[in-house]
């Protein structure tokens, strides 16, 4: 079962039991209070409504599947993308791809830094070097606005580099350029070992 089908599942029984544990407790209060039945009907449906619109957000999330692009030759042993992705606000919300690709890894960092929240941790490697370290402190200064990734460069079977179009804001400053990301395959997928600064 896909993980946003297991969520709404998982929506609709919480509703279900919210519901259950509302109307035991109006149908109480309806035996001390005449006439409460249609007022009761009303208050049912205005919650169940309620609920089910709680849970649209989630639905309306639900991830978008990561297909690394097409790649032709390019110079200098750089393999670049057709037709790859933009990542802005508006795609980036449903980008979590498992990092199971040099492309995965880059764009789960990516979509995760355009959003603002933390899953970008998931593709980074566990053991950064010092400069590594501080490379990802600076980015923590940085705002991601959009990216596209444009070409990999592999380094035989287990590391390489995804070259990046980014448009930034930096101390105020939107700034633009292409750099690149270094990647490397680890025991549980890929991972990156280097950001660009």
């Not at 969520?7 to 149908?27: F, H, K, M, S, W």
């Not at 709680?54 to 692009?69: D, K, N, V, W, Y």
């Not at 400053?173 to 997928?189: I, L, N, S, W």
Request: with cysteine.
């Amino acid at each position: 079962m896909s993980k946003s089908l297991s969520r709404l599942v998982q929506g609709i029984r919480r509703a279900a039991r919210y519901c259950d544990t509302i109307e035991t407790n109006l149908y109480e209060a309806s035996m001390t209070t005449p006439n409460f039945l249609p007022t009761r009907r009303h208050f049912l449906l205005c919650t169940l409504g309620a609920v089910a619109t709680c849970a649209l957000p989630r639905i309306g999330a639900a991830e978008t599947p990561f297909q690394p692009p097409e790649t032709a030759p390019g110079d200098d042993g750089w393999e670049n993308y057709v037709d790859p992705p933009m990542i802005d606000s508006a795609t980036a919300a449903s980008l979590r791809p498992e990092p199971n690709s040099p492309e995965a890894a880059v764009v789960l960092f990516l979509a995760s830094r355009i959003r603002g929240d933390r899953a970008w941790k998931g593709a980074m490697s566990g053991d950064l070097d010092r400069k590594g370290k501080k490379s990802v402190k600076t980015w923590n200064k940085w705002k991601l606005n959009a990216a596209q990734i444009k070409a990999r460069k592999m380094r035989g079977e287990d590391r390489g580099y995804v070259s990046v179009w980014m448009d930034l804001t930096i101390d105020g400053d939107k700034e633009t350029g292409t750099d690149d990301f270094t990647v490397r395959r680890e025991a549980d997928g890929w991972r990156i070992s280097g950001v660009p600064t």
